[in-house]
């Protein structure tokens, strides 16, 4: 069965200071991994998708088979990024499985 | 678009009572399912359907009821509400070529007393 950790609960960084969210997978075929965001009082919305290679928002992410993680880095902190985020993994059968979530916040 | 929409948007609910949570979308997406967000236990996945007529109960399916009549709604049914079921609901819709790629409604609060 497919596991996606999140080990930080709580991330708390100063406004500039570099972020690094940690994400690690359990799966045995090849996983679609994602980073989902959730700001106070708004929707879920998607963020990051391996596949792309994109960066969103300042913030990249990489696949790392080999670790079996999907960190979320984002090389300087704004407030305006506080808030939860999750990390999910597609594993076939249409299924979505999510991390327990990192409530990242930024201090002034 | 409205997209993904969720009605209510908060229920106060008490022990053994039944209510149906809404659904609805107007991206003609194929896929859609239901999680349930707890503190501390992320989002879990309820039930889930890839399209009209086709259901199938995720990691956490007892206690709800779903069907899938019309490729726009979707609704969550409670059949008899138990305390444990307190928790926000959300309903989300894809797209089958892109599943995983999810558009989330605004979720609904329910409280089980």
């Known amino acids: 069965a497919q596991r996606v950790t999140q080990p930080e609960k709580l991330l708390s960084v100063f406004k500039g200071a570099p972020v690094e969210l940690k994400c690690n997978y359990s799966y045995s075929g090849s996983p679609e991994l994602f980073w989902y965001v959730q700001y106070s009082r708004q929707r879920l919305q998607l963020l990051l998708r391996?596949?792309s290679r994109e960066s969103i928002k300042g913030f990249t992410a990489d696949l790392n088979k080999g670790e079996t993680s999907f960190h979320l880095k984002k090389p300087f902190a704004q407030e305006e990024d506080s808030a939860m985020y999750y990390c999910?993994?597609?594993?076939?059968?249409?299924?979505?499985?999510f991390g327990k979530g990192t409530k990242l916040s930024v201090i002034p | 678009n409205a997209g993904v929409t969720q009605t209510p948007k908060f229920q106060v609910l008490k022990t053994g009572q039944s209510m149906t949570l809404q659904c609805a979308q107007d991206?003609?997406?194929?896929?859609m399912s239901w999680y349930r967000q707890d503190p501390g236990m992320g989002l879990r996945l309820i039930h889930y359907?890839?399209?009209?007529?086709?259901?199938d109960q995720g990691e956490v399916p007892n206690g709800y009821n779903v069907s899938r009549s019309t490729t726009e709604d979707f609704p969550l049914r409670l059949l008899s509400a138990a305390p444990s079921q307190t928790s926000v609901y959300f309903c989300?819709?894809?797209?089958?070529?892109?599943?995983?790629?999810?558009?989330f409604g605004p979720g609904t609060r329910l409280t089980v007393t």
């Open positions: 359907s890839v399209g009209a007529g086709i259901t």
């Open positions: 999910a993994l597609g594993a076939g059968s249409y299924q979505l499985t």
């Open positions: 391996h596949i």
């Open positions: 991206m003609n997406h194929e896929y």
């Open positions: 989300a819709s894809s797209y089958q070529m892109a599943p995983y790629e999810q558009y």
